[in-house]
């Protein structure tokens, strides 16, 4: 049930994606550049042939790739349950692995079909406050998921450690 609704998850997410992309090429190409927050957040059209943030500018094929092994392995890590068993030793840890690789593959999918349909990325989203780059949901999406992949993975260490501490008390006592 896990895997369905997570599959599920990874569509309903990048029609999101989809659907966002497209109104803002609709109404925002033409107009270029929007302020939301004067001088604080703009929504700014921008055609990114690179990776996120505008890393890797025309660099087509190596990002096709790259896209297909995470989406390849998302979704293999879905549907043969390795993450309930694999990383995860209670339903907590389950979810946020569960979460981690949703989020990254509706992210990484919604940037991909993209590059394959468009031959570049819509990114729109402009902190104007900072000397940042323009992003999209998409980039949202998978920054939120390795930011959760890097939790997950400091919880699994910590309990690595937990445990490896229990052996020695237990060899000790």
């Avoid at 990048?14 to 190409?29: A, M, P, R, Y």
């Avoid at 107009?31 to 055609?47: R, S």
């Avoid at 390849?72 to 990383?87: A, E, N, P, R």
Wanted: proline share 3%.
């Amino acid at each position: 049930m896990l895997q369905f609704f997570s599959l599920l998850t990874v569509g309903l997410l990048v029609c999101i994606d989809q659907l966002i992309k497209v109104i803002i090429k609709l109404w925002l190409e033409p107009l270029q550049n929007v302020p939301l927050i004067p001088n604080v957040l703009h929504l700014i059209y921008v055609e990114n042939t690179g990776a996120a943030f505008g890393v890797f500018k025309g660099s087509a094929v190596i990002m096709g790739i790259l896209s297909s092994i995470i989406f390849i392995g998302g979704i293999y890590l879905i549907v043969s349950k390795k993450l309930d068993t694999s990383f995860s030793h209670n339903k907590f840890d389950i979810g946020l692995s569960y979460t981690t690789v949703v989020l990254i593959l509706s992210g990484g999918l919604g940037n991909f079909i993209d590059r394959i349909f468009r031959h570049y990325v819509i990114d729109f989203i402009a902190p104007v406050f900072i000397h940042f780059p323009v992003f999209n949901f998409a980039d949202c999406l998978i920054t939120a998921g390795l930011v959760l992949f890097i939790i997950w993975m400091i919880r699994f260490w910590m309990e690595g450690k937990e445990q490896e501490k229990k052996q020695a008390e237990k060899q000790d006592g």
